[in-house]
């Protein structure tokens, strides 16, 4: 499991190079923050609707499994949204389209790259793991999306440690 910075850097790098999202430093369609902020951050600070599929890397939560015997539990999430105009509801059909469509091709990508074996992935990225759901804001914001929740198994290890205990 890759450090933090390892997965942002990877997936902008994938919101650069994607043609439907093309994201660079003059268009920034490319963000991070927790799960929490994404809602208020769509009402208030969001780049315009009409410019393309956004991409927001959620940072990961740790679950530290009960089984001594397996690893932290990382979930690694993908949020891809698309404004629309108010009342527009073909837009909002291809607002919810190209966010599939983007989502799609981010979750192909870690897919070949797995297989590939990436540093990040080992060979270890299963696409049947994968959660993949509409993401709705608000009835009142004009966006769409859809989200990919993900496991990932980081280096720290739960086993317990004979040496740790009297």
Request: hydrophobic share 40%; aromatic share 14%; charged share 20%.
């Amino acid at each position: 499991m890759g450090k933090y910075q390892d997965w942002v850097a990877y997936f902008e790098n994938l919101a650069t190079i994607n043609v439907m999202v093309q994201h660079s430093t003059a268009q920034k369609k490319f963000f991070t923050m927790k799960i929490e902020e994404l809602f208020s951050a769509v009402r208030n600070s969001m780049p315009a609707a009409d410019k393309g599929p956004l991409v927001i890397f959620i940072k990961y939560i740790r679950d530290i499994s009960s089984n001594p015997s397996i690893k932290e539990n990382q979930q690694l999430g993908i949020v891809v949204l698309q404004g629309y105009g108010v009342n527009d509801w073909e837009g909002e059909r291809t607002a919810d389209f190209n966010s599939e469509t983007v989502l799609n091709q981010f979750i192909n990508k870690m897919r070949e790259d797995s297989d590939n074996g990436h540093v990040l992935f080992n060979h270890s990225f299963d696409t049947v793991k994968a959660r993949i759901t509409p993401f709705s804001v608000d009835w009142n914001i004009p966006y769409t999306g859809w989200m990919a929740t993900f496991p990932s198994i980081s280096g720290y290890n739960c086993a317990v440690n004979e040496n740790d205990w009297l």
